[in-house]
């Protein structure tokens, strides 16, 4: 199952390092939900190209655990089209993280360009030479003068490249 909505830092593997935060938000998300019933909302996809299902998770009295991940700033919006339905309610949890620079904004906004490009079709951005930056159209590429203004505005970063 994969949470909709929201990335958090993962532990690392042979092909990825270990990202900043990973143990504390996976120790944040067992404290929310361990031995707890949770209740799981999808959206109009209910799976992704790698058969997980994608959900909202809730507990039963009514805590929706993917927004209480962003706003102690342990994950980071992540929207999939055509998933979409807590946009306004995770987006704003996430400017409210990175404003108070809770735990992942502390990394996530050092910056690593003078410059960014955006996507406004899959919500990603990119460092400037990254080749899948170089694929966007003229109609659905923007232009970000640092990664504040890119996350503020519901973006998330390019897994290849890593801005």
């Known amino acids: 199952m994969r949470y909709l909505g929201i990335n958090a830092p993962e532990l690392g593997s042979i092909k990825w390092p270990e990202e900043p935060y990973a143990r504390e938000a996976l120790a944040y998300n067992i404290k929310l939900v361990k031995g707890k019933v949770v209740y799981l909302e999808t959206d109009i996809e209910k799976y992704d190209r790698y058969g997980r299902l994608l959900a909202y998770v809730f507990l039963k009295d009514g805590t929706f655990v993917n927004l209480e991940m962003v706003k102690a700033g342990y994950a980071y919006v992540l929207f999939l089209k055509p998933n979409l339905k ?62 504040w203004d890119a996350f503020y505005r519901g973006y998330s970063p390019c897994r290849w490249c890593m801005p």
């Not at 996530?108 to 003078?114: A, D, I, M, N, Q």
């Open 86 to 147: 807590y946009r306004k309610e995770l987006l704003a949890a996430q400017r409210a993280a990175m404003k108070k620079r809770k735990n992942i904004w502390q990394v996530l906004l050092k910056e690593t360009c003078t410059y960014y490009l955006g996507n406004k079709r899959s919500f990603k951005f990119h460092r400037p030479n990254c080749e899948l930056s170089k694929r966007i159209s003229r109609k659905n590429r923007i232009i970000f003068k640092n990664k």
